[in-house]
């Protein structure tokens, strides 16, 4: 049976929460009315419908009909509050949009609801007043592209290309103060140019407050990941001395459990597919996911995992996943090979390259 069809029928049987790294196992496991919408969104919603509401998620490519783009006009159009909150509840017959009633609480489906009206659809539409999505429209857009990752002309024509706004890098190095700056003086070296002598110092602020929350998504993000999703939030990885690793040091001569022998090229293409998301294709736990993720993915480099993570450890914790983290169970997806097959990956490409030739002993 194919993997994505195998993944599709045990995201119904367990009603999509293990599978992504939630619990089933109480009616509301997310019954605190504090956590922020934009949590809920990103723990519940973004796996099918993306990150900014698109629909362009790693799901989409098994998933037929897609995942409904809420920042297209007929969404606009098309779907009223109601019709979203009856969607949420209740799911969408012939879709793969299931109900959340036994999962959220009413007010949690309402204002998850609300956050994606806000944040996605009215961030679409032609009609929206804000002064900042108005300045933003008129005088940014024709380089940085109506959803701030920059437009098709402005990317292949200008060196360097316009800044994408929507990328870790940029939420990690655009301050609010350093966008101020570039907005009213300009970015030397850039075809950024400087609006002070355009633009009153109220306008400049509202634009850049627009960019910062419809495309850098910043301070939307309390809450998010792991934290109501699969448990109690797992506790911080204290940093390990390099001569407490060394004592920590597991032996990584042992075999995978039960006589598997993994195939690291075939663990290899399930890795990019399906864990460099969160982990990165480096394993360095830098995946494109990895910004809004608490705690972090595992950083399969770091001196620690590769002092820690033999060959069993590894299919372990990609077989049970780890609760409080948004790390799922695959065993309730995969066969015990294929687990096998990435565990093997994994340990022969950033756990210990230098020894994944060295054969491994029998256990005793």
Not at 79 to 97: E, N, Q, S, Y
Not at 128 to 137: E, N
Not at 206 to 212: E, G, K, L, S
Request: aromatic share 6%; glycine share 8%.
């Amino acid at each position: 049976m194919p993997l994505a069809i195998r993944m599709l029928r045990a995201l119904a049987l367990l009603g999509t929460g293990l599978l992504f790294g939630l619990s089933t196992r109480a009616a509301h496991p997310t019954s605190d009315k504090a956590t922020p919408p934009s949590a809920v969104y990103h723990n519940y919603c973004s796996v099918c419908h993306g990150d900014k509401g698109d629909g362009q998620s790693r799901a989409r490519g098994s998933l037929n009909p897609p995942p409904r783009d809420f920042t297209s006009a007929q969404a606009l159009s098309d779907l009223t509050r109601d019709r979203m909150i009856a969607a949420v509840k209740g799911g969408v017959p012939g879709t793969a949009m299931v109900g959340w009633q036994t999962q959220l609480e009413p007010q949690q489906i309402e204002a998850v609801v609300d956050y994606v009206r806000e944040h996605f659809m009215r961030a679409s539409s032609q009609a929206d007043a804000s002064r900042g999505r108005q300045i933003y429209a008129r005088t940014c857009s024709v380089c940085h592209g109506d959803r701030g990752t920059g437009s098709v002309w402005a990317s292949a024509n200008l060196k360097p290309a316009p800044r994408d706004f929507s990328t870790p890098q940029a939420r990690s190095e655009l301050t609010r103060e350093r966008m101020l700056v570039a907005v009213a003086a300009g970015r030397p070296g850039t075809a950024m140019t400087g609006f002070a002598t355009q633009l009153k110092s109220e306008d400049m602020q509202a634009v850049v407050d627009y960019i910062r929350g419809a495309f850098m998504r910043v301070d939307s993000d309390l809450g998010i990941s792991g934290t109501q999703a699969r448990g109690p939030t797992a506790l911080p990885q204290t940093p390990v001395a390099p001569a407490a690793a060394t004592e920590l040091k597991a032996d990584m001569a042992l075999p995978l459990p039960s006589g598997l022998k993994g195939d690291a090229s075939a663990g290899r293409r399930f890795y990019d597919a399906n864990c460099a998301t969160c982990h990165g294709v480096k394993g360095d736990g830098q995946g494109p996911r990895a910004y809004f993720i608490n705690p972090k993915p595992r950083n399969f480099i770091a001196a620690t995992s590769r002092a820690q993570f033999n060959r069993p450890a590894l299919y372990a914790a990609v077989s049970a996943g780890k609760n409080g983290t948004e790390m799922p169970a695959w065993n309730q997806v995969l066969q015990p090979q294929e687990m096998a097959n990435v565990a093997e990956y994994v340990f022969q490409t950033f756990v210990q390259p230098a020894a994944a030739k060295v054969a491994v002993r029998p256990r005793p």
